[in-house]
């Protein structure tokens, strides 16, 4: 066992403090000058056993069952504190007036004891809050984590450079420096692994499991009654809930009845011991299907595992509060939060008290905290809401403590912890990302006959993807230009290459690309129809298989010797999964998921006839078997029991169904079914913290990404939903020259294109709340208006253009219908017929959407007077190009004129897409509404002044090149020249992120949109 000195959960009773063997004295004569860091270090040890003491009496007197006690004074119980200064002092050789001072610091420290107890209670919910970015810019801006990482960026970065860009570009130094290097080989294997024989093997075995048990339960009519009350009452009993935030506000507004704050802060204490102490018993079973208490070295391991966990949880705790607002007044100091989390350790406590500190680790930390910020902003939004985000992060926490039970059981060196945790985190990280699309992409599969209007990802690309990454996991090579162009491609090769190099590094990568391989082989083999019904061995196998294999990849990365006993890694991993199956019983209904729970649900009448099992039975009876097998083992009852009553006190929670479903699944056992309905009254002491944090996480993560995603991103999960309904259906048209409008409408708006102007609408819809749905006939509206101006723009009185988006323009295109003659007159009167479409559009579709009369109006005049506006500007460019501008001018006077242009025609068109949602959503604030223009202004001109670089300089931009040139036509470029234009750019890139960042603290995609202005190639 690694060496950790500790003080006990216990170590501040009075016997403790006088007669410790943890604790040795320590002469002052021999420490080394005051400021020497050892000195340091061992005035800090010692100010932690004052404070210690200090903790445990107060215990002692707010756990005294006389009510006496409750009204002593402060006073009172300074003075008796007191009285053991000479007696501390000699014992622990420490000078009196030292013992004297911090034991009255402890004293009146006691309300910021309690508010970082606060803290520690909420700090699942602040950490949430940070990654999710539920916080103002200015709160941001204000807190002791921006500090730490500034500093640590004016370290590396040696350029004078406002906060903002040096920690833009620190953020992007350490992504790249600690991102995995990639190892560049034709393949990580020296042979490939037969994925089809292995498969066939891990399936014998995975039958043999699931036969014995599905034999062994159809010989039993219900399960036991008595069996399942014991272990409830066994997991109520291990089950204490941490006091409420009322609770701790309450007696903050105590000033003066210190016991009172004790019994809080006593009640943290157990309650914290309690739900760690479940944490690692939890985690044991689901993953080795054993406890770790029945032995003494199995003993010492267990607390220096919960003593590990209690670390890295400090940790998280200590960031949480570094990312709260300075200005808070509950702000704590490191040392008085680091003699805090040393009284409230499991174990043994040492001057270890926390792993990966974030004052120490801070580059290692923004790593993580980035590339979770990335996925969330790369997951397509359907992944987000499915729960891949905060699968992602249950699988990152869940390998590097899987890591932590590793270097416990390993004896490792306890010098190599932060360095090898951090590690086993990326390993998380990227595992979790491999997990959360394999298992999003199969979903999607599956979901594809009920509804692909929202998304770009067909059948086609989930199953190549699916295939291609089996064969890679296998040894296969591939030809990475070959993948399919999706949001998500860069970040899976980056999860592959680096998943090659950290497992590696630690000599498991073969192990743990096996059991990915043969997770993937089981996820694309395990697909279901919810019309079809199934006999039990093919409706269980499956998930007996999934979840083996996603716990073996898990324990091999954590590296524990326990994994090596497989049967366990059967069973506990399937009671996990029917426990997932269970809760989220109508989340997987309403999504068409097949499970063992909704195919009996839906498949009720032939389930019975074939004397299938009932899942909830079959749930119930692997509770008592390991219960039972363990023989009636406390803690694995206690286990059991937590997961029965927080399946009910979940469904009960998420969907007030839980007399639904039991009539569904205990309907032929009413006693059974009295009792889990009478549980109810027992969900005042259930505590679920985490499933509480991964709930609370899915809702901040979709409303993250919701504003957040990369353009990329944001593009595929809408482009198809805006595809299918610019086009107009022309079947039912008689008249033959009103179809060929259509035909013609319909040629204009299928050209492609970035449809750029929808996605902006649907942003800013995201900002306030307002859906896709809701909004898709103003886009289609503003889609035709575009089109429309389009259609004009190119024909030969203005710019006379061959091409636009690659094809042929509508009035130079001619096939049998339409001849050269009419191509021109037919071009104009589809770009007329296009506004009479928008118009309709906005008036009576978004009527029936539920938009006010009154908003649909103010959203004409906009639409109306933006058209003028383009019109106007559009006249502008041709005076412009015929007359042409006085060269001779200012160049400030030609700029002026440009931009007024650009204005007028192209950034009049984004203003519309940026003011109108914020009008249907009821926003009536002028000043809000004028920056918002400012920002259409802004964009305008961006764009105009990179479209004016790629006629020079792009790659290919679907048009003529060259055309400003061979229409002599003033641009920007022509008046700044290449590299004047592009710091133009800069400038005014600035202003229009800082504009967003004013109106909208959480608009990420829309800064996103910024970027792809910049940066664009055609």
């Given at each position: 066992m690694p060496h950790v000195q500790i003080v006990s959960a216990n170590c501040c009773s009075p016997a403790s403090i006088f007669h410790t063997r943890r604790v040795k004295p320590r002469s002052l004569s021999r420490h080394l000058s005051l400021n020497s860091d050892s000195s340091k270090d061992t005035i800090h040890s010692q100010k932690r056993i004052i404070t210690h003491y200090v903790y445990s009496k107060l215990e002692e007197y707010a756990t005294k069952s006389s009510h006496l006690w409750i009204l002593t004074s402060t006073e009172h119980i300074r003075k008796r504190l007191l009285r053991r200064t000479k007696d501390l002092s000699t014992h622990h050789s420490i000078p009196e007036h030292l013992v004297r001072q911090w034991i009255l610091e402890t004293l009146d420290s006691i309300d910021l004891t309690i508010q970082h107890l606060k803290t520690m209670t909420n700090s699942r919910g602040e950490f949430i809050q940070i990654l999710s970015g539920n916080k103002t810019n200015e709160q941001l801006k204000r807190n002791k984590w921006r500090k730490l990482q500034l500093n640590r960026a004016k370290e590396i970065i040696k350029q004078k450079k406002d906060d903002d860009e040096l920690l833009y570009e620190y953020r992007q130094y350490i992504r790249n420096k600690f991102t995995p290097k990639h190892e560049t080989k034709s393949s990580f294997r020296h042979d490939t692994f037969n994925i089809d024989e292995e498969y066939k093997k891990a399936e014998s075995i995975s039958k043999q499991y699931l036969i014995s048990l599905l034999t062994d339960f159809n010989k039993r009519t219900k399960p036991n009654l008595h069996l399942l009350e014991e272990m409830i009452d066994l997991g109520l009993k291990q089950m204490l809930k941490r006091p409420k935030l009322g609770e701790f506000e309450a007696v903050t507004k105590t000033e003066h009845n210190i016991l009172a704050?004790?019994?809080?802060?006593?009640?943290?204490?157990?309650?914290?011991?309690?739900?760690?102490?479940?944490?690692?018993?939890?985690?044991?079973?689901?993953?080795?299907?054993?406890?770790?208490?029945?032995?003494?070295?199995?003993?010492?391991?267990?607390?220096?595992?919960?003593?590990?966990?209690?670390?890295?949880?400090?940790?998280?705790?200590?960031?949480?509060?570094?990312?709260?607002?300075?200005?808070?007044?509950?702000?704590?100091?490191?040392?008085?939060?680091?003699?805090?989390?040393?009284?409230?350790?499991?174990?043994?406590?040492?001057?270890?008290?926390?792993?990966?500190?974030?004052?120490?680790?801070?580059?290692?930390?923004?790593?993580?905290?980035?590339?979770?910020?990335?996925?969330?902003?790369?997951?397509?939004?359907?992944?987000?809401?499915?729960?891949?985000?905060?699968?992602?992060?249950?699988?990152?926490?869940?390998?590097?403590?899987?890591?932590?039970?590793?270097?416990?059981?390993?004896?490792?060196?306890?010098?190599?912890?932060?360095?090898?945790?951090?590690?086993?985190?990326?390993?998380?990280?990227?595992?979790?990302?491999?997990?959360?699309?394999?298992?999003?992409?199969?979903?999607?599969?599956?979901?594809?006959?009920?509804?692909?209007?929202?998304?770009?990802?067909?059948?086609?690309?989930?199953?190549?993807?699916?295939?291609?990454?089996?064969?890679?996991?296998?040894?296969?090579?591939?030809?990475?230009?070959?993948?399919?162009?999706?949001?998500?491609?860069?970040?899976?090769?980056?999860?592959?290459?680096?998943?090659?190099?950290?497992?590696?590094?630690?000599?498991?990568?073969?192990?743990?690309?096996?059991?990915?391989?043969?997770?993937?082989?089981?996820?694309?083999?395990?697909?279901?129809?919810?019309?079809?019904?199934?006999?039990?061995?093919?409706?269980?196998?499956?998930?007996?298989?999934?979840?083996?294999?996603?716990?073996?990849?898990?324990?091999?990365?954590?590296?524990?010797?326990?994994?090596?006993?497989?049967?366990?890694?059967?069973?506990?991993?399937?009671?996990?999964?029917?426990?997932?199956?269970?809760?989220?019983?109508?989340?997987?209904?309403?999504?068409?998921?097949?499970?063992?729970?909704?195919?009996?649900?839906?498949?009720?009448?032939?389930?019975?006839?074939?004397?299938?099992?009932?899942?909830?039975?079959?749930?119930?009876?692997?509770?008592?078997?390991?219960?039972?097998?363990?023989?009636?083992?406390?803690?694995?009852?206690?286990?059991?029991?937590?997961r029965i009553i927080r399946t009910f006190y979940s469904l009960e929670l998420s969907s007030s169904k839980l007399s639904e479903f039991l009539d569904i699944f205990l309907h032929q056992y009413p006693d059974l079914k009295s009792y889990c309905w009478s549980l109810r009254a027992k969900f005042n002491q259930v505590s679920d913290p985490e499933k509480s944090f991964f709930r609370s996480l899915n809702e901040y993560g979709v409303k993250y990404a919701r504003t957040h995603r990369k353009l990329e991103t944001y593009a595929s999960d809408h482009l198809k939903f805006i595809e299918d309904n610019l086009k107009i259906d022309s079947t039912s048209t008689e008249n033959q020259q009103e179809r060929l409008l259509i035909d013609g409408i319909n040629y204009s708006v299928s050209a492609g294109g970035k449809r750029l102007r929808p996605l902006l609408l649907f942003m800013v819809g995201d900002l306030y709340q307002l859906t896709a749905n809701s909004l898709i006939p103003l886009a289609r509206a503003v889609e035709y208006l575009h089109t429309s101006s389009l259609i004009f723009d190119d024909l030969p009185a203005q710019d006379n253009a061959n091409l636009r988006r690659g094809r042929a323009t509508l009035h130079t295109f001619v096939d049998n219908e339409v001849p050269n003659t009419l191509a021109e007159g037919r071009a104009q009167l589809v770009a007329v017929d296009l506004i009479s479409h928008a118009i309709t559009l906005v008036n009576t579709d978004l009527v029936k959407k539920g938009f006010s009369v009154e908003r649909i109006n103010s959203v004409v005049n906009v639409l109306s007077k933006s058209m003028?506006?383009?019109?106007?500007?559009?006249?502008?460019?041709?005076?412009?190009?015929?007359?042409?501008?006085?060269?001779?001018?200012?160049?400030?006077?030609?700029?002026?004129?440009?931009?007024?242009?650009?204005?007028?025609?192209?950034?009049?068109?984004?203003?519309?897409?940026?003011?109108?949602?914020?009008?249907?959503?009821?926003?009536?604030?002028?000043?809000?509404?004028?920056?918002?223009?400012?920002?259409?202004?802004?964009?305008?001109?961006?764009?105009?002044?990179?479209?004016?670089?790629?006629?020079?300089?792009?790659?290919?931009?679907?048009?003529?090149?060259?055309?400003?040139?061979?229409?002599?036509?003033?641009?920007?470029?022509?008046?700044?020249?290449?590299?004047?234009?592009?710091?133009?750019?800069?400038?005014?890139?600035?202003?229009?992120?800082?504009?967003?960042?004013?109106?909208?603290?959480?608009?990420?995609t829309i800064k996103d949109v910024i970027r792809y202005f910049i940066e664009r190639k055609k």
């Open positions: 704050k004790a019994a809080l802060i006593y009640k943290m204490k157990k309650a914290y011991e309690m739900n760690l102490r479940n944490q690692a018993d939890d985690f044991m079973l689901l993953r080795f299907g054993q406890i770790l208490t029945n032995s003494n070295k199995n003993k010492t391991v267990s607390e220096t595992f919960m003593q590990y966990i209690h670390m890295f949880l400090n940790s998280v705790s200590l960031l949480a509060q570094y990312m709260k607002d300075v200005n808070d007044n509950n702000n704590i100091a490191s040392d008085e939060y680091e003699n805090i989390s040393s009284y409230l350790a499991p174990t043994d406590n040492s001057s270890a008290t926390i792993i990966m500190s974030p004052d120490t680790y801070i580059d290692q930390w923004t790593w993580l905290l980035e590339k979770w910020k990335e996925a969330l902003c790369t997951f397509p939004i359907y992944l987000t809401e499915s729960g891949s985000f905060s699968r992602l992060l249950r699988t990152t926490i869940g390998i590097g403590i899987a890591r932590l039970y590793g270097f416990a059981e390993n004896n490792e060196n306890i010098a190599e912890l932060d360095v090898k945790f951090f590690q086993a985190l990326q390993m998380g990280y990227y595992y979790g990302i491999a997990y959360a699309f394999v298992d999003g992409l199969q979903d999607e599969r599956e979901k594809e006959e009920q509804d692909s209007s929202m998304t770009l990802l067909a059948y086609s690309d989930v199953d190549k993807w699916l295939a291609i990454m089996e064969d890679v996991l296998c040894g296969g090579s591939f030809d990475r230009t070959q993948l399919p162009k999706l949001s998500v491609t860069d970040i899976v090769l980056e999860t592959f290459d680096c998943l090659i190099t950290l497992t590696n590094q630690n000599h498991i990568t073969n192990d743990t690309f096996n059991d990915l391989a043969l997770l993937l082989h089981s996820q694309r083999s395990d697909i279901k129809e919810s019309d079809n019904f199934y006999f039990d061995p093919e409706l269980y196998l499956g998930s007996m298989m999934k979840s083996h294999f996603t716990y073996t990849a898990t324990a091999f990365m954590g590296g524990a010797h326990s994994v090596h006993n497989r049967e366990r890694l059967w069973i506990m991993p399937f009671l996990g999964q029917m426990t997932d199956d269970c809760r989220d019983f109508y989340d997987d209904l309403k999504s068409g998921s097949v499970t063992s729970f909704t195919h009996y649900y839906q498949q009720k009448q032939k389930c019975l006839e074939q004397k299938s099992l009932n899942p909830f039975y079959g749930f119930l009876y692997l509770c008592e078997d390991i219960y039972v097998n363990s023989k009636k083992d406390i803690q694995t009852g206690a286990f059991l029991g937590r003028h506006e383009l019109c106007t500007g559009q006249m502008m460019d041709l005076f412009a190009a015929r007359s042409r501008i006085n060269i001779d001018s200012r160049t400030n006077d030609i700029l002026a004129i440009l931009d007024n242009i650009a204005w007028l025609k192209t950034g009049k068109a984004i203003e519309v897409v940026l003011v109108c949602p914020a009008i249907l959503a009821g926003v009536s604030d002028t000043k809000e509404i004028d920056r918002i223009r400012e920002l259409g202004r802004l964009l305008g001109i961006l764009f105009q002044m990179k479209d004016d670089l790629l006629d020079v300089e792009g790659e290919s931009i679907g048009k003529t090149q060259l055309i400003d040139q061979r229409n002599h036509t003033v641009t920007y470029v022509s008046v700044l020249g290449q590299d004047g234009t592009k710091e133009r750019l800069k400038v005014f890139e600035k202003e229009a992120k800082q504009l967003v960042d004013v109106l909208w603290s959480n608009a990420g």
